[in-house]
């Protein structure tokens, strides 16, 4: 009897591990994805930058050694030979799909129209967006499936109870794009945008196409896996960062990701990879953005502090510092944005040592009357780095929704640096006549100087 008792107990256990085994090897095997026998052996770090952004033909700003969004995009789509894989958080390039027909949207249709046109080039093109009930966004993907296309949906509720607030694509597994534009037409029309574009440099895309996979793979799930893939584990982050020549100028460089849940062995947060740029600041901090608002708003509205402790530690333990924080403000703008700015202007309004400035950029009126944003750049640059990432600086994006950032360190150098490329762009957004000061006896309303808009955003 005690035999056969040993016997059950014996197999019970050889059973327990050949599942764990086997569910090891499966999340190794089919969680992966191909990589086109890319491998961080046999990968290019040579890489050519350009700065890309759309500024709206209302606003009389110049592009500061920048290209157009559109131009850029083009361009991506001209190189490709193999594949086009894109993450969007909405989908909305033809205007005509929300009962409208506007010249602005002219752009849109012809990029919606190239990338219809792939398989006729016998180019793959793959995407992941959302789960979402717009009938914008299912329509124009249901057009794209129609021409080739192959769809993979994330339920983004189920899984991290935010939202898939990512933007970026992959070109042949050598090129990339990360930046504030979705797949809207407005994003190459009437908002102003910014981003990167990275050519020939397939180690960086191959660290970027492992969270592509990582998407991927989620498809109408409502649950995460309890191993991820060796094959999604990050190549590179903040302590091990990619050596890399950008534009002949030495550099290094790194993905991260959020929220916590979507970043397997080594992937660098977004929200760490924030903290690493403005602890390694020496003179300025220098931040783009749409919104800032350290709160969790679920049940109970809370503080979130992780964020602004930064911000507030740097300005009071290190020395002489410059932060500059233009906010792109409307009627949505809450008005404890403009309480917590000025708490942290107010560290320094008695110290010498540091100094913070904050400034909103007006926002356009539209033909109803209210006030809607213009600028969606997410942006900071300090003095040797730079963060461009796709999330709002809100503590229910960065804790719960999905994006993706690249950080980029350069030292001084003979050559024009991306860290130098990038500050002249937000100085030149800092200086130009569509921003306001932080007024400590006014609600950010952005009421004065607005820009005239016809169309509803």
Known sequence: ???QHKCIVIFALVCCCALLIALIFSAVD???DDED???VDKCSRTCRVVLVENIPEDLSIP???TVSLTAGLHELLDKARRSVEIVSPWWALNSTTSGSNLPQAKQGKILLHQLKSLRSRSVSLRVASGLTDSNWTNSELEALTRSGADVHYLNMTA???GQLSSSFWLVDRKHMYIGSAGMDWRS???MKEFGIIIHDCSCLVLDLHRIFSLYWQLQYKDFLPSIWSKRLYALYNGDEALQLRLDD???EAYISSSPDVFCPKDRVKDIEAIKSVIQEAKTFIYISIPDYLPMLNRSKPKYWSLIDSMLREALILKGKLDV???????DETEPLTRNFLWSLRALCVESLRCSLEAKFFVPRERSDGRLSRISRSRFMVTDSSVYLGNLNWLGNELAFSAGVGVVIRQRLSENITVVERVKAVFERDWHSHYTKTLDPHQIPVCSTHTVKDNTSA
Do not use: F, N, P
Request: net charge positive; hydrophobic share 35%; with cysteine.
């Open 188 to 190: 190459l029309s009437t």
């Open 159 to 161: 899984l991290s109870r």
């Open 324 to 330: 500059r924080v233009l906010i792109s403000c409307g």
């Open 63 to 65: 592009y500061k050694d």
């Open 30 to 32: 089919v969680w992966g």
């Open 1 to 3: 009897m005690k035999s």
């Open 37 to 39: 026998g890319i491998t």
């Open 249 to 251: 100028t030495e550099a």
